[in-house]
């Protein structure tokens, strides 16, 4: 229990990407912002893209308690439309309670 008290804890600043396909764009981006509100360093261990036209990039893999990174998702227009189903981002940490986040996308 005191290991659980103490554990890193991650939090989405929002639950899914959100690409406005609509514009004259190639390429449309959208932020996401990884808080760790819990007692010790939170690792994002892995990113993986689950899917076809999505680049990423996160500005720091090791989050201390009360700080906030950014992961930064670019949907490139022209992929998507070989695409058979929306791509996903999946993320392991050392959160116990949420070890794997699949973070869904929305075109508009």
Avoid at 26 to 37: F, G, Q, R, S, W
Avoid at 49 to 77: F, H, M, R, W, Y
Avoid at 85 to 97: C, E, F, R, Y
């Amino acid at each position: 229990e005191s290991q659980l008290a103490n554990a890193p804890k991650l939090q989405l600043s929002k639950g899914r990407l959100n690409f406005d396909m609509a514009s004259g764009k190639a390429k449309v981006k959208d932020d996401l912002e990884i808080t760790n509100i819990g007692k010790s360093r939170l690792s994002i261990r892995s990113i993986q893209i689950i899917g076809t036209g999505l680049d990423i990039s996160l500005n720091k893999q090791n989050i201390e308690p009360g700080e906030t990174a950014k992961l930064k998702v670019v949907a490139i227009k022209s992929m998507f439309a070989k695409a058979r189903t929306l791509p996903k981002v999946l993320m392991i940490t050392n959160d116990p309670s949420q070890p794997k986040v699949i973070i869904n996308t929305l075109l508009k």
